[in-house]
């Protein structure tokens, strides 16, 4: 296992790299420059010079990236141009409630799978498959921002039972009750279309699973369908599993951005969305970077766990 992570560790390194000088050399192409925008309108052309020089964007492209990559390196993440105060801890506070509301999403969408996936194999009625396909037809075709609304008018205004957004004012753990509710809306949202691929790839591998010979033999000798589905074809289809789930979880960090701004949200989304408008390249580039590296790590892990449910995956990979 560990000769099959090192051999995998240069493509994301080199992934990582490549990502860094595009999501720097793209920002320089944004229309907008940073130093007019601090010096406000009224400036002498002497002034946004000095700001210029002062925040290093009189130097040639090469320095810049080379100068702000080694930052990154020894995890000197500097301070935001225009947002205001150390951009890493800007990046801690939002990170905290984008993991916090992306870890609860993950948690419905993948309970929600394993459940509707199980039951339509282990009780094939039509109608109860009808059931579940209609429900994941709907899931993926709506889009996040039409489905938060919906929610919002629902739970919010025609039955209001729940806050329409923002966090728990005293935090996630002072009160799970009230950290629930407001969690409970975004996270549903966010939840649905990665659920319903889940369901969607979960069951087509358990019915693939249940169709092998050895699933026949199991049944001549009298073990129970439960038993089947449960203990082995689950097992077996859980690195197919895996793979969608690795795939999913990047959905799940871009359709983020939209669930935060829907709901208010103040994590990584919203963090990004002021960089941006305000022409931040520091806070931009760094939340970009991570969203990559998030991306390559999930990317990773999954493939580890894969290789570990599937010997051959790992045995295949050696030369």
Request: aromatic share 6%.
């Amino acid at each position: 296992m560990t000769r099959y992570l090192l051999r995998r560790l240069p493509s994301a390194l080199l992934v990582l790299f490549g990502a860094s000088v595009l999501i720097f050399l793209l920002l320089r192409l944004v229309p907008g420059d940073p130093a007019t925008i601090l010096a406000g309108n009224d400036a002498t052309p002497q002034s946004i010079a000095a700001i210029r020089h002062q925040l290093g964007l009189d130097r040639s492209i090469v320095a810049q990236y080379l100068s702000w990559i080694g930052d990154v390196l020894t995890l000197d993440l500097g301070r935001s141009y225009l947002i205001g105060g150390q951009i890493g801890d800007l990046v801690a506070r939002g990170l905290t409630n984008t993991i916090v509301l992306t870890a609860t999403a993950l948690l419905l969408a993948v309970v929600t799978s394993l459940v509707l996936s199980v039951s339509s194999v282990l009780w094939p009625s039509r109608w109860l498959k009808s059931v579940i396909a209609a429900a994941n037809t709907v899931s993926v075709a709506l889009p996040t921002f039409v489905t938060g609304p919906l929610l919002v008018l629902v739970f919010v205004i025609a039955l209001p039972v729940l806050p329409a957004g923002g966090i728990p004012p005293d935090g996630f753990i002072a009160r799970p009750d009230i950290a629930v509710q407001y969690l409970l809306l975004p996270a549903i949202c966010l939840a649905l279309p990665v659920g319903a691929a889940l369901t969607r790839f979960l069951t087509e591998a358990l019915e693939t699973e249940l169709a092998k010979p050895y699933v026949l033999t199991a049944r001549s000798l009298g073990v129970s369908r439960w038993q089947i589905v449960t203990r082995g074809a689950l097992r077996n289809a859980l690195p197919t599993m895996l793979t969608a789930l690795g795939i999913q979880t990047g959905n799940l960090l871009g359709g983020a951005v939209l669930v935060e701004a829907a709901f208010a949200w103040p994590g990584i989304g919203q963090l990004i969305e002021q960089g941006i408008s305000r022409r931040d390249y520091p806070v931009v580039q760094i939340l970009l970077l991570l969203s990559v590296a998030v991306f390559v790590i999930i990317q990773l892990i999954t493939d580890i766990a894969h290789a570990w449910l599937d010997p051959r995956v790992r045995i295949g990979g050696r030369s």
